[in-house]
């Protein structure tokens, strides 16, 4: 998925302002402007949309787990180059210490039966016979769970 669209559905689900995805950025050591955060909350379409990068992305995802798990001592990660749904997804269990279970709960609201070995799969090292690259659409669907889990519709 690209990483704009994730960084506008964490935004939703979580209804983060502006001032608190500042904040956000922050807690990863990173400075940002409301109007760098306003172009990379665009549609696609809109001519002051900018993508945001991997590595500020995941800077962001660095920010989230810090806030909802709290910073750790010692120095920050550093923010990966290259992210993919795999890391993307990793990174968001860890922000809101999610278990299997409750992974699976999320894809269940949203509608998709999956087993706890699907899960595991994707978070397997990359090296692994049983590793499973993380599709769009799986990612889609979780995000979605957390927003029905997070943001029920009235």
Partial sequence: MKNNVVLRQLRYIFDFSDDQMIEIFAQADV????AQI????KKEDHEEYQVISDSTFSSFLNGFINLKRGKREGPQPAPEDRLNNNIIFR?????LNYKDTDILEAFDLAGLNVSKHEVSAIFRNPNQNQYRPCK???LRNFLYGLQLKYRPKN
């Fill in 91 to 95: 990174k968001i269990k860890i922000a």
């Fill in 31 to 34: 400075i940002v402007t409301r």
């Fill in 38 to 41: 306003s172009d990379w909350l």
């Fill in 136 to 138: 769009d659409q799986f």
